[in-house]
């Protein structure tokens, strides 16, 4: 890996006053991560790594960098297959000519040298696969789309150039890798994978055990060690001089470790990302640090720090809660989980998803389902074609750790009554609920385009994930997306229509107001109110097989207003009328149109 310096264009230059100010502060976040080292020489490397110097862009206090309008797309870069062009080409051309219109940002999955882990196992943190195009690829869809990438901080590939320099006792990589005694009592660590913790690798000063989270090819990097940390603050700069603005910060919770403990959420953990997060908004104000942490939810909550540590946090539990609600036909569990999410203050809101790359993570039910409830989930799963990742609890044995299932298929049946023919209904239903609630919106091309389970991908990888991973051939994709009657192409062009609409409504901001309503075990609903209170939505959606009817007058509508069903066109002028809400069905009542001038955005 080389690294060069590039120069970025001031806005607002930094007076030596605020420089001064950020060196303490960066002084400061080093002082909790190292309390015995030399923090105010490691602070002039971190600020001469990241280019930040007098010339620097003033970050703006609990600044929203989002509004209404940002939907986020989750895609590998090769999903898009085209013979005779490179992945890269192909995914922007698919986006220009069918999203431009709908998708504000895109995430691309790890797109450099990899081993494993279709990416997870970067072998070079600053080169393109050339399978897939190369830095000029990115840059391009960085001038057509906000772009986030993934900064795989918690370990690296076992085949890098660092590893290999570790192995053979030189730098850059001699100290950069955990290592740890065998002989160690390590029972509790927390562990997301059944593979073994440590292993045995041979070097030239003889026998080492490297510490690996996630799999023997994902080797832990040792940020103990400041000069590992430098490395990443220069590949951040580097990632920005190319365009990326939106920093998703992979397997953080795991990023310190500490023998004795639980090695999981550690304060050291935390000061890393804050400390990031200064550096990464003092670059460039507009830049954003999501954190991504499939863990309980009370525990994900603490990544928002005070406004000061990721300014997004995916909601992890709202995949697999989302799913049982209308796999079982009851919000109850949906609306105890939503009224216990704290407003995102300014400055933060939550990602919200239903669909990954990986499969739906299970432990961020804890404490939100029993263990029947979990159970019954599981086997859902497998019953609808799916397969489930295990993992070791701490009382020893496996328990389920992750569903690997294409979500269509997911959604296709119910506890109750298995596989029957709502299955398009509760998919669109699934999303419309995720689109109207509190944060940003993203969706897994897998999802936007009605993929079904890819069994020949799965035997050809034996990888579970692999289930939801399709790589689609550009012809058969266009084909599919021109013919209405489609399985793809009618899912894709409902979705769209939902984003589009929503993309239109200033109560829909990610930070807009919202409260829970209570109108049964079977009508989830909820109620938004835009930033300068102009526009409110009320979002009813009919989670179960059976019609319901609603009256208007349970969700207090005014008067004075005229409202409208933002998804079917209805008006509703009388609120004493009753509203009959067809099996997973959605409605948008807003006391403003699709036709009406909404103002400007908040």
């Known amino acids: 890996m080389s690294l060069t310096t590039k120069s970025t264009e001031a806005i607002k230059p930094m007076q030596g006053k605020s420089q001064k100010e950020l060196t303490r502060r960066v002084i400061e976040h080093l002082g909790v991560i190292y309390p015995d080292g030399d923090n105010s020489s490691l602070a002039r490397k971190l600020l001469t790594a990241m280019n930040i110097g007098r010339h620097t862009k003033h970050p703006i206090s609990f600044y929203n960098n989002w509004n209404e309008r940002q939907t986020i797309l989750i895609t590998y870069g090769n999903t898009v297959m085209q013979k005779g062009k490179l992945p890269l080409h192909s995914l922007h051309r698919f986006l220009n000519k069918h999203l431009q219109n709908s998708i504000e940002t895109v995430h691309i999955l790890p797109f450099f040298p990899f081993s494993s882990d279709d990416g997870f196992a970067i072998m070079d943190y600053l080169s393109v696969n050339p399978s897939l195009g190369d830095w000029e690829d990115i840059e391009a869809i960085s001038k057509d789309y906000k772009l986030m990438a993934d900064l795989v901080i918690n370990h690296m590939s076992s085949r890098g150039l660092w590893f290999d320099n570790f192995k053979k006792q030189i730098d850059p990589g001699k100290d950069y890798f955990v290592e740890a005694d065998p002989d160690q009592d390590l029972s509790a660590v927390v562990r997301p994978r059944n593979s073994p913790l440590l292993n045995e690798v041979n070097t030239v000063n003889g026998k080492k055990y490297i510490w690996c989270t996630f799999g023997e090819d994902q080797v832990d990097l040792n940020f103990k060690n400041p000069q590992v940390l430098i490395e990443f603050v220069s590949i951040i700069r580097e990632y920005l001089n190319h365009g990326i603005t939106l920093f998703r910060m992979d397997a953080v919770p795991f990023l310190w470790k500490e023998p004795g403990t639980d090695c999981i959420h550690l304060q050291q953990t935390h000061e890393i990302i804050k400390l990031l997060r200064t550096l990464i908004e003092n670059h460039s104000p507009k830049a954003v640090v999501i954190c991504e942490n499939n863990v309980p939810n009370r525990e994900n909550l603490t990544?928002?720090?005070?406004?000061?540590?990721?300014?997004?946090?995916?909601?992890?539990?709202?995949?697999?809660?989302?799913?049982?609600?209308?796999?079982?036909?009851?919000?109850?569990?949906?609306?105890?989980?939503?009224?216990?999410?704290?407003?995102?203050?300014?400055?933060?809101?939550?990602?919200?998803?239903?669909?990954?790359?990986?499969?739906?993570?299970?432990?961020?039910?804890?404490?939100?389902?029993?263990?029947?409830?979990?159970?019954?989930?599981?086997?859902?799963?497998?019953?609808?074609?799916?397969?489930?990742?295990?993992?070791?609890?701490?009382?020893?044995?496996?328990?389920?750790?992750?569903?690997?299932?294409?979500?269509?298929?997911?959604?296709?049946?119910?506890?109750?009554?298995?596989?029957?023919?709502?299955?398009?209904?509760?998919?669109?239903?699934?999303?419309?609920?995720?689109?109207?609630?509190?944060?940003?919106?993203?969706?897994?091309?897998?999802?936007?385009?009605?993929?079904?389970?890819?069994?020949?991908?799965?035997?050809?990888?034996?990888?579970?994930?692999?289930?939801?991973?399709?790589?689609?051939?550009?012809?058969?994709?266009?084909?599919?997306?021109?013919?209405?009657?489609?399985?793809?192409?009618?899912?894709?062009?409902?979705?769209?229509?939902?984003?589009?609409?929503?993309?239109?409504?200033?109560?829909?901001?990610?930070?807009?107001?919202?409260?829970?309503?209570?109108?049964?075990?079977?009508?989830?609903?909820?109620?938004?109110?835009?930033?300068?209170?102009?526009?409110?939505?009320?979002?009813?959606?009919?989670?179960?097989?059976?019609?319901?009817?609603?009256?208007?007058?349970?969700?207090?509508?005014?008067?004075?207003?005229?409202w409208h069903d933002l998804i079917q066109g209805e008006s509703y002028e009388d609120p004493r009328a009753k509203l009959l809400l067809r099996p997973y069905q959605t409605v948008w009542i807003s006391n403003m149109s699709n036709t009406e001038h909404l103002g400007t955005h908040s």
């Open 303 to 562: 990544y928002f720090g005070n406004a000061n540590e990721a300014h997004i946090i995916y909601n992890f539990s709202l995949p697999p809660l989302l799913v049982f609600t209308l796999l079982s036909g009851d919000c109850r569990h949906l609306k105890t989980w939503m009224m216990s999410m704290p407003p995102a203050q300014s400055g933060t809101t939550y990602l919200n998803f239903i669909a990954s790359h990986d499969g739906i993570g299970l432990r961020p039910l804890d404490g939100l389902l029993s263990d029947t409830e979990r159970n019954s989930l599981v086997q859902a799963a497998v019953d609808f074609g799916g397969r489930v990742t295990l993992r070791r609890a701490r009382e020893g044995f496996d328990k389920p750790y992750e569903l690997n299932i294409a979500l269509f298929d997911m959604l296709k049946g119910t506890l109750e009554a298995g596989e029957d023919n709502f299955a398009f209904d509760r998919f669109i239903c699934a999303h419309a609920i995720m689109l109207g609630i509190e944060g940003i919106p993203a969706f897994y091309i897998q999802s936007l385009l009605g993929s079904r389970n890819d069994y020949h991908r799965l035997e050809h990888t034996g990888r579970n994930r692999s289930i939801n991973r399709h790589i689609w051939d550009t012809e058969e994709l266009e084909s599919a997306l021109k013919d209405p009657d489609n399985p793809h192409g009618k899912v894709f062009a409902e979705m769209k229509r939902l984003i589009d609409i929503r993309r239109q409504q200033p109560a829909f901001h990610p930070n807009a107001t919202q409260f829970t309503l209570h109108l049964g075990t079977k009508v989830f609903a909820f109620w938004r109110q835009s930033i300068n209170r102009n526009q409110s939505i009320f979002c009813l959606s009919n989670v179960s097989r059976r019609k319901q009817t609603v009256k208007l007058s349970d969700i207090n509508l005014i008067t004075t207003d005229t």
